[in-house]
Nanobody, 124 residues
Framework: QVQLVESGGGLVQAGGSLRLSCAAS????????MGWFRQAQGKEREFVAA????????FYGDSVRGRFTISRDNAKNTVFLQMNRLKPEDTAVYYC?????????????????WGQGTQVTVSS
C-alpha cells in the first residue's frame, strides 16, 4: 500500500505563490496517474489538477487553469503543485491522490490512495 504525504501549505497573500509537494512511500506510483484535489470549509471536494503516469499530459480544473501547474518526478516518487497568482477562493485543504491506473482522472472515486492534506490559506 502506498502512503502519500503532502507538504508546502501555508499562509500567503493574494497574488502570491506556493509549491505543494506530495511524497509517496511504500511503493512506486510511477505507473499511476496522480491528482490534486482541494476541499474548502463546508464545501465538496473539488478537482484541481492531474498528471498522467509519464508526466507528459496534464489537466486542470476550470478555476485553476492558467495559474496552477502539476508536475511529477517519478525517480523521486514525488508530485508537485505549483500555485501562482493565488486568490482567497483557493483557500482549502489540498489533497494529493494516486489514481487506479495510468490515465488522467477527474473524479475522486477513481483514486485509491490519498494523503492527509495540507492547508493553504490565501489572505486578501
Amino acid at each position: 500500500q502506498v502512503q502519500l504525504v503532502e507538504s508546502g501549505g501555508g499562509l500567503v497573500q493574494a497574488g502570491g505563490s506556493l509549491r505543494l509537494s506530495c511524497a509517496a512511500s511504500g511503493r512506486t506510483v510511477s505507473s499511476r496517474a496522480m491528482g490534486w484535489f482541494r476541499q474548502a470549509q463546508g464545501k465538496e471536494r473539488e478537482f484541481v489538477a492531474a498528471v498522467n503516469w509519464i508526466g507528459l499530459a496534464t489537466f486542470y480544473g476550470d478555476s485553476v487553469r492558467g495559474r496552477f501547474t502539476i508536475s511529477r518526478d517519478n525517480a523521486k516518487n514525488t508530485v508537485f503543485l505549483q500555485m501562482n497568482r493565488l486568490k482567497p477562493e483557493d483557500t482549502a485543504v489540498y489533497y494529493c491522490a494516486a489514481a487506479q491506473g495510468p490515465d488522467i482522472q477527474v473524479l475522486p472515486t477513481s483514486y485509491d490512495n490519498w494523503g492527509q492534506g495540507t492547508q493553504v490559506t490565501v489572505s486578501s
